[in-house]
């Protein structure tokens, strides 16, 4: 017999770590289900996720106990954008993942993974493991092409499609400008002291060349919000530029756009800063940290220095002035948002 009732859904991922780009992904996570299906969420900050879910059961992401009971009572095992099949974040939250999606199977449940990153994934047992549990989900769609290539090598028979990532699924903003120099930097093992130097030192030329001020924006509350001090407590800071600093922690995704918006330029090293500042048609150049970031930045047609291949800093410096107060194309953007849609495309199909 059909079913009378919708399925209920468990959505799994970071959520409510206080990282704007995963509450992103929850935003259109949520936006491409059915109204009617129940919802369970993962998370930690459950208040915050609850302002996103007011109708959805709430449970605690960092308990693993609580994530397989939840993984029980619902029909469908989501697994929500991001990289989650990774281990370079550590290997005790892959194993987490990969038991969620293990016990969801044995009971006969179906897992979709959802606008997923397929690694990094360092160890042998790792890629070992995840290329038993693949088979074992019910469809996938991934977000960029090397993801693609090496779930069809370990798991072809399972449906899967390709496309950009479902934030570009957000809608776009009109640009202002007339603003500050907007940074979204995050902490990171590729950057010495003298490769801080060259950026801070470009950053105080653009700075000073524009006469603007400097927003340091602290897209992961926890991870980037000490960034600023970090660096004067280390003397790496011109006192010029220092002047020039404020951090600012945004609060929403709204918050993110009025910071964006107003941007002469803004200079991304989070992926999901660099896609919703773009869907505001921000001036942008982009700093990679991983090849994530080179792929968006690649698509969206964006200046893009990878940190561990610096220039010079002046030349940095000049990259960054020709990119000022030039707008996005938006024939580009809106290209990018309909190759997105695929990623709702195949929630519709699968669940």
Not at 34 to 58: K, Y
Not at 80 to 94: A, I, V
Not at 107 to 132: E, H
Request: hydrophobic fraction near 50%; charge should be positive; aromatic fraction near 6%.
């Amino acid at each position: 017999m059909p079913r009378s009732e919708p399925a209920s859904l468990l959505l799994c991922g970071y959520y409510g770590e206080h990282n704007l780009g995963d509450d992103a992904l929850l935003q259109v996570l949520l936006q491409a289900l059915p109204v009617s299906s129940p919802l369970i969420i993962t998370a930690h900050d459950q208040v915050e996720v609850q302002g996103m879910a007011p109708h959805a059961r709430i449970v605690n992401r960092r308990s693993l106990r609580f994530s397989l009971m939840a993984v029980l009572q619902a029909d469908v095992l989501i697994l929500g954008g991001g990289s989650l099949l990774q281990d370079s974040t550590s290997f005790r939250s892959l194993i987490y993942y990969l038991l969620l999606i293990t016990l969801a199977r044995l009971r006969r449940r179906r897992v979709v993974l959802w606008g997923q990153g397929l690694g990094p994934l360092r160890r042998s047992t790792s890629r070992w493991l995840v290329r038993l549990a693949l088979p074992f989900c019910t469809a996938a769609s991934w977000r960029d092409q090397a993801s693609l290539r090496l779930a069809q090598s370990w798991a072809p028979n399972l449906p899967m499609c390709m496309a950009a990532d479902p934030v570009w699924q957000m809608p776009s903003q009109p640009w202002a400008g007339g603003g500050s120099i907007v940074l979204s930097w995050r902490p990171t093992d590729l950057l010495d002291a003298p490769r801080w130097k060259i950026l801070l030192r470009a950053l105080d030329s653009v700075a000073t060349s524009l006469d603007v001020s400097v927003c340091w924006m602290a897209f992961h509350q926890h991870q980037d919000g000490p960034l600023l001090n970090t660096l004067v407590d280390q003397k790496l800071l011109p006192k010029t530029l220092l002047a020039r600093s404020t951090t600012v922690t945004p609060r929403s995704l709204d918050h993110v756009f009025d910071l964006v918006r107003t941007a002469r330029l803004v200079l991304p090293m989070r992926l999901h800063a660099l896609i919703l500042a773009r869907l505001a048609g921000c001036p942008m150049a982009a700093l990679s940290y991983d090849p994530k970031v080179d792929a968006a930045a690649a698509m969206a047609q964006v200046p893009c220095v990878q940190l561990d291949h610096l220039p010079r800093f002046e030349d940095l410096a000049a990259q960054w002035m020709a990119q000022a107060d030039q707008k996005a194309d938006w024939g580009v953007i809106e290209r990018i948002q309909a190759d997105a849609s695929a990623h709702a495309e195949l929630l519709k199909r699968w669940i």
